[in-house]
C-alpha cells in the first residue's frame, strides 16, 4: 500500500468548476510532486515543492491551478475553472529529497471533467 | 528540457522469455534512471533505479543496463510470468531529489501464458 495519500480518488465537475486534490507525502518526504497523466498514459510534470515552497512548475499550473504545501497540513493541488482537457489521473510524488531521486507515488485522484 | 524515448510501446512475450524496453535520454547531465511498473487503474510502483556511476544493476528477474556514452538505458526481465503484464515506464532525471522526473511513453507489456 502506498504511503503517499491522495484523496478523493475520484472526483467529477462541471466545466469551469474548481477541482481540488489533496495528498499526504510519506512521513519525513519534504519534496513533493504533482504530476498529470492523460488517457494516453503521458506524464507531464506539474509542479513540486521542498517543504512549503515552490520549487519548479511549468506554465500552465502557474496560470490556471493553485497549489500549496502548508506545514502540517496536506499538500493540495486546485483547478481554478476546469476544463475538459483537465480530466486525467493526477498523481502526488513524495521524494526524500537531497541526491536520492526516489519517488513514491500515491494512488491518485481522477479527475473527469464533463 | 530533457526528453525522454522509450520504445517499444507494445510488447507481447511468451511466458518464460524475456522482455526488453529501451530507452535514450537527451540531457547528458541526467544521473538517475528509475523504472516504474503500472498495472491498470493503479499507482506507478517503482520497480528498479541506476544511477550514472554504475552500468549494470540487477534485482530478481529485473536487470538494468545504463551506456552513458550513447545515452541509452533498457529494462530486461527475465523468465517472465504472467503477473509482470503491465505498462511499464522509464524516466530520468538529474541529480537531486528535487529535480522533476521526465518520463517516457511507456510500454504495454503481454505476457502469453
Known amino acids: 500500500n502506498s504511503k503517499v495519500i491522495q484523496t478523493p480518488r475520484y472526483l467529477v465537475k462541471g466545466q469551469g468548476q474548481k477541482a481540488k486534490m489533496r495528498c499526504i507525502p510519506e512521513?519525513?518526504?519534504?519534496?513533493v510532486f504533482w504530476y498529470q497523466q492523460n488517457k494516453n498514459n503521458e506524464f507531464k510534470f506539474l509542479i513540486n515543492?521542498?517543504?512549503?515552497?515552490?520549487?519548479?512548475q511549468i506554465d500552465m499550473t502557474e496560470k490556471r491551478f493553485s497549489a500549496e504545501c502548508p506545514s502540517n497540513s496536506p499538500c493540495s493541488l486546485e483547478i481554478q475553472s476546469s476544463e475538459a482537457g483537465d480530466s486525467a489521473l493526477y498523481l502526488c510524488?513524495?521524494?526524500?529529497?537531497?541526491?536520492?531521486?526516489?519517488?513514491?507515488f500515491g494512488e491518485g485522484s481522477k479527475l473527469t471533467v464533463l | 528540457g530533457e526528453q525522454v524515448e522509450q520504445l517499444p510501446s507494445i510488447l507481447r512475450v511468451q511466458e518464460g522469455s524475456s522482455a526488453s524496453i529501451n530507452c535514450s535520454y537527451e540531457d547528458s547531465a541526467s544521473n538517475y534512471f528509475p523504472w516504474y511498473k503500472q498495472e491498470p487503474g493503479e499507482n506507478p510502483k517503482l520497480i528498479i533505479d541506476?544511477?550514472?556511476?554504475?552500468e549494470r544493476k540487477q534485482i530478481q528477474e529485473l536487470i538494468v543496463l545504463l551506456d552513458k556514452k550513447a545515452k541509452r538505458f533498457s529494462l530486461h526481465i527475465t523468465d517472465t510470468q504472467p503477473g509482470d503484464s503491465a505498462m511499464y515506464f522509464c524516466?530520468?532525471?538529474?541529480?537531486?531529489?528535487?529535480?522533476?522526473?521526465?518520463f517516457g511513453q511507456g510500454t504495454v507489456l503481454s505476457v502469453i501464458p
Open positions: 524516466a530520468a532525471s538529474r541529480s537531486g531529489g528535487n529535480n522533476k522526473l521526465t
Open positions: 515543492f521542498q517543504n512549503q515552497e515552490v520549487l519548479q
Open positions: 510524488a513524495s521524494s526524500l529529497g537531497a541526491n536520492t531521486g526516489q519517488l513514491y
Open positions: 541506476i544511477r550514472s556511476n554504475m
Open positions: 512521513k519525513g518526504h519534504p519534496v
